[in-house]
Structures are given as C-alpha cells and as structure tokens.
C-alpha cells in the first residue's frame, strides 16, 4: 500500500468516525392531524434531519410509522422549503428581512385595529400541527383585542356535537380492550390509510376469532380482511342504523335493563322514528338487502359485545349528526355501551381535555369578537360589513385546497387587503398572499403532542435541530409581533414556562413537565372503558335519545331520519343531471396537502370509478373525464376500482393547483344538520368524457 493511499484511508475513516459521532438519535413525535400521534426516533447529523423512525418504546407506535412520518425528513429538507420571509411586490415574491417583514404587518394590523376595529382581521387556521403550544395563536388574536375567528369543523364536527348530545361527551375505548370484543364493526374508517396503528389489533382479534364487519361504500385495506364488507350508500348510514334497531326491537333483543334505567325518551323514540321506517324503503334508501340486515342485527346482538369503531367520513353530510346520533342509539340499545368490548368509538376528546388551553390562549385579555365558519368562511368574508374583512392570517392550514367551494373560497380571500400566511411552503394558498412567513417543523421546535382521536398516549418532542434557513417557530411570530403592537408582555415566557401553562391538570396524575421529558411518552389516566358506570354527562345524566339540550336550544331534539341533501330523493332535479355520489377521502400516502409534492404517483389526478359506472359511461381506464356538478368541474384519468358502491366516485383530497387542483371545486360548503359539521361528501356530479 502506498503512504498516499494509507493517509486517505485513514483520513477515510477519520472523517466517518466524525460523521458517526456527529450522528445523533433523538426521540421526538409526529406532529400531523392523524389518529395515531406516533412517537419519532429521528437521526441528525450536521445540524439536518437525516432519518425518520419509528421510536419502538412507544406503546401504539412499537417502531412502525407510515410513509407520510418517514417523508417528514425530505418535507424538512426540501429545495423548495421556504426559509425567508417574502413579500409580494408587483404580483411577484421578493425576499425581505423578518424586521421588515414583522414591521409591516404589525404596523397593518394597528392601522386595521385603528380604522376598523380588531375584528376585521380574520384568522383562518385548521390543526395541522398537533403541539400543545400551537394554541398560543388564540393567545396572540385575544391580546390583541379579538379578531374574527373561525368555528366549526371540517373534520368531525358533526359526529362530535352528536355524541355530546347523547352521551354527554365523546370518549374511545382503549385500544387494548379490542382483546374483548367479539364482534368489531368498522363503520366507515378508513384503518390502513388513516389509522395504521388499529390495524393490529383488529388482527389480533380476528386471529382470536372475532368477526370483522367493515360498512364502507368504498373499498379499502380494511374490507379486504373483512369477513362482511357492507357497501352502504353514501350518507345512508343512519337509515341502516335505524332499520338495524326496528330488527332488533321486534326479535326482542334489546338491553332492556339499561334502557329502562339509564336512558331518556326510548319509547318516544321508538314510536316517532323507528315505527314508521318501512323495511322496504330503508332497503331502497340504503342498497343494503335484507339478509345483511339481519347478519347486521345478529352481530349487534348475539354477536356481543359488539366494537363500533367509527370514521368521520359518514359524517361529513348534511345528516351528518343524525347519522353519528342513529348509530349510537343502535349501539346503545344492543347493549353495547359500558362494557369491555364494546362501545361507539368516535373520537377521544379525554385527550385533549386533559390540557390546560385555556390558560395558553388567555381568553380574558379579548374585548371584541365575530365568528364565521370553516365551512362558510368564503361566503362570510364576501359578506362581511361593519367591519369587512381586511387582514387575513392563515396558519397550521391550507385552505384554498381543503375548504369546501374552492372557487368561493378563492374568490373571497383574493379580495382582502393584506393576507399573511406562516408556512414552511408555498402552498395555493401563500401563492395569494401578500407576506409569507416561513416557519420551523416539528423538528426545530420543542412542544407537547397530546391531540390523538385513538389512544391516550402524549409525547413530549423536544427541538433536534436549529431552525433551517430563517425559519421560526410560530411562537416566535407572535412573540416578535406581540412586541410591536405593545403586549410582548403576554408572550414574556420560556417555552419551558409555556408548557408548564398547558399542563397543570396532569399533576393529579403525577404527570410533569421533568417526567414527560425523561420518559418521553406518557399514558393519560382515562378510563379503559367509558360509561362503564352508566353515569352520562348529558343534563338527565342518562344515555338522551331525546336531547335535553337541544331542547333546551329550541332545536329538535329527537333524533331524526334524515337523507343527505344530494340524494336522488331530497333533490330529483338535481340528481337527474348529477347523477353520481362524488366522495374524496383522504389520500393514503399524504397527509392532506403536506405530501404531494414528495409523491410522483399522487401528482396525476385520478377519478375511481366503479365497474358499474364505468360500464353506463363507456369508460376504461386511463381514459381523460371531468366530473361537474353546479360548483364547478375537476379533470383526471379513469381508474376502474372493484367491490365499491356501484353509483360513488371517489378523487383523493388535498391535491395542489399545480397537479390538477383540489376536488374541493365541486365539494358544497353547506353546514351539518348537528354541530357546526362540513357535508364535503354530500355532493353529487356527474361525468363527461373527454376526445
Ligand atoms: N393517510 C392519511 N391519514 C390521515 C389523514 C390524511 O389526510 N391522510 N388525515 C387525518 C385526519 S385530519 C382525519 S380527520 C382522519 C380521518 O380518518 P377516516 O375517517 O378514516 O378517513 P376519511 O378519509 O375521512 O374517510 C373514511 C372512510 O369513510 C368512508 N365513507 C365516506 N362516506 C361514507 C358513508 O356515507 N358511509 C360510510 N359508512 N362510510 C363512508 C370512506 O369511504 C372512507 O373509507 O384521518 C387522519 N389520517
Ligand atoms: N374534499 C375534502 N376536503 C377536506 C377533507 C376531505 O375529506 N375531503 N378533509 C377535511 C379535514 S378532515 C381536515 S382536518 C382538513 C385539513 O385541512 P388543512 O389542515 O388545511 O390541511 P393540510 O393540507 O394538512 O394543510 C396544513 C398546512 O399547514 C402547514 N403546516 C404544517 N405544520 C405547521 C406549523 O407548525 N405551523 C404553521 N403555521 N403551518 C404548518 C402545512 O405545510 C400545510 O400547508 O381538510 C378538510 N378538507
Ligand atoms: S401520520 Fe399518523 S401513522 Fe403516520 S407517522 Fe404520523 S402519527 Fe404515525
Ligand atoms: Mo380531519
């Protein structure tokens, strides 16, 4: 060996022993808006993110996460990740300095404050990110004197208000307590694509021999192991539900002990709602022939204790929570609420309520306040007077694809004066700003993750890296602009400080901020099995099929029998020339809008149709169609999918302008029948192929 090559061996080596020491691993979680809120092992190096794991001391996560965690390493180091404050000038982005940037906004928001009053600002904001801290936005608008804010949910609001009115609140089982059930009904989740971590237990208790019955108009990851896959039609569900219970109660077969003693308006109910429903029109409404409804009372029933593990995507109609309500009355009188095994499994609001949220948006520091909607967010700023709307801010959210009537919304937010919007990308919707401001991810910030749907782990994520570029957290962009509107007082604390804000209720439970730090991931107390007492939190304290609250509203308060808006029954006309059931799920290897960039497969639009639909249409696949209805039109490419819904379509949400635009062009921005709940899935179209 020659003395050259030996010295650049060595030197070799040398510089790989500095990379490895350099080479760190650190435990952190996923910040997305997903069921799951897995816990990260995250490799650095050199001050990047070189790799995303699975941490494998995480209880739900045992080292497996999804390709949309995995991707959160390219999404931090992407070329096209924004890492300076912009400004627009003359309709094209020019690279400013944050005083400048933090100046001109803060010097905007006084002079709108001045000449209009606080509420002619408008914030529009989803939860993207899931960090305990994130709520300090509401702390920033509050101080500043209450601005225009928005209500409601896109998400799950309808389920959410259906399960306060029955129950009281909105609780899950515990995942583990799958291990007693014998019946697990899936009633439209979507488990591989948006859920990974519950596809193991439901094989678990498959392999235990339990039975899988999936209700889904589509076909997904779950109904393929299913051993009853049930293609109800889209907004239907409540109809299935409530002709399930007409089945039950005339075999005899309800929990008589409980509804007689913990429940409110069951034979109301019975005489007004379940009475009427003919067998025959409940068949028609929901396609779903009589033998599966009886192998559907069977499984409620005899087939107990019964799991009901709801999505949210049966809710997002126009019956939306009378659907949620149905369901849980079906649940409720099989017997299957308060016992292992069982329960309506919809949300887990324990979670969240175990923080400490108000005392971080500071509610008592607000003078004034308006709220619009997230559904009708465009629809209210075009309306908006005394004050209009002249300042938006947008942040932890991409509104120009995900809300509803995307033409609507575009036209509204393009008339507003002056639009900041925090990203870390130049999303369709910071392509109509004026001041884009870049902002850290969950890799360069320390906070809490606490928001799961599912279980009832938090994890505590502490910063791993120095902010790429100049990227700043968001509660540096609120501190930086408290300072300039004169309450920097109001953000004059540590993150450490702010977290301990959010946390104080966890002391009961011996939870601190020192041991979520060492330990990483800790399990909130909350019951395994909810309602086990048959104590509700509703005002009768009993299970309410008639809502005292609602009553109380002066809103109806017995659940109804309700068909969605767009059906070929509540609108003949319009299902005559829109004759097809448009849904658009969330995609399965993209959180939303985060991913399309980072996926080449996502990026051509693609419209599944089902075989039938394909043969009434003359389609094959591949073939180039738009799908239309009275809002607007979207274009893509066939692809034939089997074992769906015969008359449903579904295109894949969150899609960029630039990859053929969002599906929310045709989606209604109507509000759900309970709850302030979106009807993005009650939306019918039709088909025109392309030459
Ligand atoms: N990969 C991925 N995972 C995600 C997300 C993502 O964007 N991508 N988003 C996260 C968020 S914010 C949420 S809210 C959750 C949502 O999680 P899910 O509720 O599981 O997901 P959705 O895509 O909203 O819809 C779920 C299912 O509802 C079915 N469905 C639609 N209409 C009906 C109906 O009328 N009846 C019945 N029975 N079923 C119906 C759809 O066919 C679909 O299979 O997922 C989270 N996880
Ligand atoms: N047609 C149709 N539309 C839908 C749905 C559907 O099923 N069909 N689903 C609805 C549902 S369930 C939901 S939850 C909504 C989701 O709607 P959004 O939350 O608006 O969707 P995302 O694409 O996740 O957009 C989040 C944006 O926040 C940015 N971001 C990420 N982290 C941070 C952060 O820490 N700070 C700031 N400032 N920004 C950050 C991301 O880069 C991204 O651009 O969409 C709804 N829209
Ligand atoms: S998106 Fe959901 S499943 Fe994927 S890593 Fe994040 S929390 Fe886990
Ligand atoms: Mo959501």
Redesign the pocket.
Known sequence: MSVVQHTERSRGSEAEIDKQQKQQKHKTAC???CWDVCGFEVTTADGKVKKVEGDSAHPITQGKICGKGVMLAD?ANHPDRLLYPLKKVDGQFERISWEQALDEIATAMQKVKKEYGSTAVLHS?????G?LL?NL?QRFFNAYGGITELVG????GAGIEAQMVDFGSAYSHDPDDLKNSQTIVVWGRNVTATNMHLYPYIQKAKKRGAKLIVIDPLATGITRIADQHVKVRPGMDGVLALIIIKKLVEQGLQAEDFLKHHTHGYEEFLKQVIEPLSLDQAIEWTEVPEEVINELVHAFSVGRPTCTLLG??LQ?YSNGGNTIRAIDALVAISGNIGIPGGGANYAHLGVGRSFNTTALAHSERKQAGRTFTRMTQADEVLEARNPSIKMLF??????L????DASKTYQAFSQIETKV?????M?D??KVADYV?P????FE?EDIYYASMFHSFVTYGKQVVEPYGEAK??RE?WTLLAERLGFGDEFAYTVEEFLEMGIPSLAEQGITLERLKQETTVKLQLEPVPWKDFRFETPSGKFEFHSIKLEEEKREPMIQLMLPEESRWSRPELASRYPYSL????PQR?????HFHLVQALQSPRIEVSEYIARQEGLTDGDQIEIFNDRGVFRGRVKIVVGTHPTTIN????RWQEFGG???Q??PNTISDVGLG?T??D?LVGIRKLG
């Open positions: 910040p997305l808006n999404r904001h989803d939860y993207s990110n960090g994130k936005d949910s896109l998400c799950w949210l995507g997002r947008v942040t932890r959210g991409n509104p694809v995900q809300v509803p919007v925090i990203d870390q990308f999303t919707t910071a401001l902002c850290t991810t969950v910030e957290s968001d962009i849904l658009s799920i969330h993209s959180l939303h809008s985060q295109v894949d949400e969150g969002t599906i929310n045709l989606t979106s993005l899935y939306c």
